[in-house]
């Protein structure tokens, strides 16, 4: 419990290390070295490398995890510290909140160009260049609610199960699936492990985020009846099968539409604004304090 509490003080205070000294830089690296030595040849060829590429990055980042641990087990304040880091580089609340809070404040001044450059900064791959200002603030209301399972919830899940092993095992598949879980020429193959690895091992974190947020709706003023009911209705309309749980879950909580074009439309209403993406922050934040909580009990009863 001590190693949760202390990784989250570390993420509020501190936020992101430099990349040459955050760990999932390294997996990104060793991944990326892995893709471009990938062979051409048939679809099972590309399949056989990824599957093997995924499995290595994960087992080298779990086992990196446990040996780093139980090295400095024998030093209680060091232990600590470094546990703590190592747990802490597995999710990460302050740099979520903070590049969606940038959309907001570059939208809420006016600034529709700085509003696009920093979702493709930070928060997006699709192309920002032609989003108006509903289109730019959904995306910002999508990647948080979204993210809220694979940068807070899902890290936290897997090190109250099995500790920071585990953590680090899902955030290698997780990176993995960022880098080549794509439909996209020789990815669609390639990273086909990583992507269906990635949803299962999302699949229970997803609707905990989801259920987090209807209760986040409650909390901060929303409908949580609405969070509800939409998350019910509309939650497997995306391709992902999570990631439209807590997109639809919020949609529902602020009685938005949440789009992107030619792929999903998810709630009703009109699209969030400025004002919109504070709401959203509002209740992401509930989520992520009841997330938090209940994963302190969680490791206070299973660890």
């Known amino acids: 419990m001590n190693v949760l509490l202390v990784a989250l003080a570390m993420d509020l205070t501190l936020g992101e290390p430099a990349n040459r000294w955050h760990?999932?830089?390294w997996i990104g690296r060793l991944l990326g070295?892995?893709?471009?030595?990938?062979?051409?040849g048939p679809p099972w060829v590309l399949l056989l490398h990824g599957a093997l590429l995924v499995l290595i990055g994960t087992a080298v980042a779990a086992a990196a995890a446990?040996?780093?641990a139980a090295r400095v087990s024998g030093w209680p304040v060091l232990g600590l510290l470094v546990e703590a880091w190592l747990l802490k580089c597995t999710f990460s609340v302050r740099r979520l909140f903070g590049a969606v809070g940038e959309v907001q404040?570059?939208?809420a001044g006016g600034r529709l160009e700085g509003a696009r450059r920093a979702l493709a900064l930070h928060l997006v791959s699709r192309p920002t260049e032609d989003l108006d200002e509903g289109a730019a603030a959904s995306a910002a209301v999508e990647s948080l609610a979204e993210n809220l399972t694979d940068s807070v919830v899902a890290p936290l899940c897997f090190f109250a199960v099995g500790g920071l092993p585990a953590a680090w095992a899902y955030r290698a598949v997780n990176t993995a699936d960022a880098m080549i879980g794509y439909r996209d020429g020789r990815l669609e193959h390639l990273g086909k492990l990583a992507a269906r690895l990635d949803d299962a091992l999302n699949l229970l974190p997803a609707r905990l985020a989801a259920a987090a947020l209807v209760a986040g709706a409650w909390g901060a003023g929303e409908s949580g009846r609405g969070a509800w009911r939409v998350w019910r209705r509309d939650g497997g309309l995306t391709a992902s099968p999570n990631a439209g749980q807590t997109m639809a879950a919020m949609a529902g909580a602020l009685g938005v539409t949440l789009a992107k074009r030619g792929h999903y439309r998810l709630g009703a209403g009109p699209a969030p604004d400025a004002a919109g993406i504070e709401r959203a922050l509002a209740v992401a934040r509930w989520a992520c304090g009841l997330c938090l909580a209940a994963a302190v009990l969680a490791v206070a009863i299973l660890r």
């Open 105 to 107: 404040r570059a939208l």
């Open 66 to 68: 446990w040996l780093v």
């Open 23 to 25: 760990p999932v830089a």
């Open 33 to 40: 070295r892995g893709v471009r030595l990938a062979p051409q």
